[in-house]
Nanobody, 116 residues
Framework: VQLQASGGGLVQAGGSLRLSCVVS????????MAWYRQTPGKERELVAG???????IYADSVKGRFTISRDVPKSTVYLQMDSLKNEDTAVYYC???????????WGQGTLVTVSS
């Protein structure tokens, strides 16, 4: 599967951005989707994601500010980011976890830069 992420950019602290990730093919429902982020010298961390039971989980650092959603007909997962902080600056990656094979696929990453 191919994942195409977009929507990153430069935003002032307190601002908002919406990231999008389009999943190629017609099997979007077979994937459990999530957003991760990574900064230089640090491990990639989970930001928000759906669970296999279709619950939603968020990193403590983004709870109340970020919202993950999906549009199944459009094979797209979104990450709405509000009240952005400097520490949200990172490359954001969408991730697709195949429900059956457990194969993980990653998008190319989109850079979010939050300036003060």
């Amino acid at each position: 599967v191919q994942l195409q992420a977009s929507g990153g950019g430069l935003v002032q602290a307190g601002g908002s951005l919406r990231l999008s990730c389009v999943v190629s093919g017609n099997f979007f429902s077979l994937y459990v989707m999530a957003w991760y982020r990574q900064t230089p010298g640090k491990e990639r961390e989970l930001v928000a994601g759906f669970t296999r039971g279709s619950s939603i989980i968020y990193a403590d650092s983004v709870k109340g500010r970020f919202t993950i959603s999906r549009d199944v007909p459009k094979s797209t997962v979104y990450l709405q980011m509000d009240s952005l902080k400097n520490e949200d600056t990172a490359v954001y990656y969408c991730n697709a976890d195949h429900r059956v094979t457990r194969r993980l696929d990653w998008g190319q990453g989109t850079l979010v830069t939050v300036s003060s």
